[in-house]
């Protein structure tokens, strides 16, 4: 009887859990979140009403109690001209409500987009958008950078563009006629710098010039303080591919615009040569090489001697106080001392003046893409100096001090 038991309580057992199984079997699964699928839907349609400039359809996306705050990125993205635009979603933060509806979202999403007649490949940028739902349906309420990554520049202003013929300049709160003056000047260096690099790059460049210095920070996501008396900074991706996006030149219009003409020209000749030698530079590049090519572009064929264009350098030779090394990546930290900055800007142009003038400026073309074509940073100078100028790092020193003392002593 007890063995009966025993056996009859397993089977109510065995029983009891079946039942429990068949009930957990059909009870109906959690439905899936419906949001990222409708807000990738809404980001989709936002996109595509801004490409089609249809205002109505553009309006529809917003929430409509903050539509004429929202609807400023709009308009100030009207004079750019855009080949694409477009949202991946990465994140969905659903703050509030239920999956029935309502409550609140932050997105990350990746914002994409390309400048026609200019990007081969898109510019990509983290934006982070916040969104509520209202009887059913999402609306954007704000839009703002990831974090750490810059501001866009229609997120400053109306951006108004001037079309050179072979660059597009891009600004906020700046006169037309510095904007068409830069355009200009921009179109003059174009092919500068394809006499002295070669035809085989895009030859067109985009320049953005932001309202101040702080808002050239607010571009670079970083310390405007930093960028102080720099006139201009190229970004992009070194050693892009065929599809990379185009590099962007940043003016700093309060150092650019105390610049005279024949400044203003040097500086945007040597931001066009960083544009067309993107390809070529990589990790293994030393900033001195990459710095002293485009110096060396800009001043080529404008008859400035060393003594003109190396002043901070003669000073210390004069002085007795010449390098002994070529400059480090360090010496080129922008936001420190100003004189020691020019120092280094002025020894990678002498070196790179020294090649090409004993070498030949093919050679110091062919070094620069050597140099650049190394896996890494380790050996890359070494095997370029062998392998191109049949010289050795220690040799090449040599020369190059002595011809700093030769032309600045």
Same mark, same amino acid.
């Given at each position: 009887m007890a063995g009966q038991g025993h056996g009859g309580a397993r089977r109510a057992a065995v029983g009891l859990l079946a039942g429990l199984l068949t009930l957990a079997g059909c009870a109906s699964p959690e439905p899936p979140d419906a949001a990222?699928?409708?807000? !990738?839907?809404?980001?989709?349609?936002?996109a595509r009403a801004l490409l089609a400039r249809d205002e109505a359809a553009y309006a529809v996306g917003l929430d409509p109690t903050r539509a004429s705050a929202a609807?400023? *990125?709009?308009? !100030?993205?009207? *004079?750019?001209?855009?080949?694409?635009?477009? &949202?991946?979603?990465?994140?969905?933060?659903? !703050?509030?409500?239920?999956?029935?509806?309502?409550?609140?979202a932050t997105v990350r999403a990746d914002l994409t987009y390309r400048v026609a007649g200019y990007d081969s490949g898109p510019v990509t940028t983290e934006r982070v958008l916040d969104l509520t739902e209202r009887d059913g349906r999402w609306y954007v309420t704000g839009d703002r950078p990831g974090e750490g990554a810059a501001q866009q520049l229609w997120q400053q202003g109306d951006v108004e563009a001037v079309r050179g013929?072979?660059?597009?300049?891009?600004?906020?709160?700046?006169?037309?006629?510095?904007?068409?003056?830069?355009?200009?000047?921009?179109?003059?260096?174009?092919?500068?710098?394809?006499?002295a690099w070669s035809p085989t790059w895009a030859g067109r460049v985009v320049v953005l010039v932001p309202a101040s210095l702080d808002a050239m920070g607010g571009l670079l996501g970083a310390p405007a303080a930093s960028y102080r008396g720099i006139a201009?900074?190229?970004?992009?991706?070194?050693?892009? %591919? /065929?599809?990379?996006?185009?590099?962007?030149?940043?003016?700093?219009? *309060?150092?650019?615009?105390?610049?005279?003409?024949f400044g203003r020209q040097v500086v945007l000749t040597h931001e066009t040569t960083h544009v067309a030698t993107r390809t070529a530079t990589s990790a293994a590049t030393p900033v001195w090489l990459s710095e002293g090519f485009a110096d060396w572009v800009a001043y080529r064929g404008t008859g400035r001697?060393?003594? !003109?264009?190396? /002043?901070?350098l003669r000073r210390a030779v004069r002085a007795g106080d010449a390098p002994a090394v070529l400059p480090d990546d360090k010496a080129f930290a922008f936001g420190?001392?100003?004189?020691?900055?020019?120092?280094? &800007?002025?020894?990678g142009w002498l070196a790179c003046e020294l090649i090409a003038e004993r070498w030949g400026e093919a050679k110091l073309t062919a070094f620069y893409r050597a140099v650049g074509a190394h896996p890494g940073r380790e050996g890359a100078v070494e095997k370029?100096?062998?392998?191109?100028? %049949?010289?050795?790092?220690?040799?090449?020193?040599?020369a190059w001090r002595a011809f700093l003392r030769d032309r600045l002593g």
């Amino acid at each position: 009887m007890a063995g009966q038991g025993h056996g009859g309580a397993r089977r109510a057992a065995v029983g009891l859990l079946a039942g429990l199984l068949t009930l957990a079997g059909c009870a109906s699964p959690e439905p899936p979140d419906a949001a990222p699928q409708e807000i !990738q839907a809404l980001l989709d349609r936002h996109a595509r009403a801004l490409l089609a400039r249809d205002e109505a359809a553009y309006a529809v996306g917003l929430d409509p109690t903050r539509a004429s705050a929202a609807m400023k *990125e709009f308009d !100030q993205l009207a *004079e750019v001209p855009l080949a694409s635009w477009g &949202y991946r979603l990465k994140d969905v933060d659903r !703050q509030s409500g239920d999956r029935a509806g309502g409550g609140r979202a932050t997105v990350r999403a990746d914002l994409t987009y390309r400048v026609a007649g200019y990007d081969s490949g898109p510019v990509t940028t983290e934006r982070v958008l916040d969104l509520t739902e209202r009887d059913g349906r999402w609306y954007v309420t704000g839009d703002r950078p990831g974090e750490g990554a810059a501001q866009q520049l229609w997120q400053q202003g109306d951006v108004e563009a001037v079309r050179g013929a072979r660059s597009l300049v891009l600004g906020v709160g700046q006169p037309e006629e510095r904007l068409r003056a830069i355009a200009a000047a921009a179109d003059r260096a174009v092919p500068a710098v394809s006499a002295a690099w070669s035809p085989t790059w895009a030859g067109r460049v985009v320049v953005l010039v932001p309202a101040s210095l702080d808002a050239m920070g607010g571009l670079l996501g970083a310390p405007a303080a930093s960028y102080r008396g720099i006139a201009a900074v190229t970004t992009g991706e070194v050693g892009g %591919g /065929p599809d990379a996006p185009a590099d962007r030149v940043i003016v700093n219009p *309060e150092a650019y615009g105390v610049l005279g003409d024949f400044g203003r020209q040097v500086v945007l000749t040597h931001e066009t040569t960083h544009v067309a030698t993107r390809t070529a530079t990589s990790a293994a590049t030393p900033v001195w090489l990459s710095e002293g090519f485009a110096d060396w572009v800009a001043y080529r064929g404008t008859g400035r001697t060393a003594v !003109q264009a190396a /002043p901070e350098l003669r000073r210390a030779v004069r002085a007795g106080d010449a390098p002994a090394v070529l400059p480090d990546d360090k010496a080129f930290a922008f936001g420190g001392d100003a004189d020691a900055l020019a120092r280094a &800007y002025e020894g990678g142009w002498l070196a790179c003046e020294l090649i090409a003038e004993r070498w030949g400026e093919a050679k110091l073309t062919a070094f620069y893409r050597a140099v650049g074509a190394h896996p890494g940073r380790e050996g890359a100078v070494e095997k370029a100096l062998a392998e191109t100028l %049949g010289t050795t790092p220690d040799e090449f020193t040599a020369a190059w001090r002595a011809f700093l003392r030769d032309r600045l002593g």
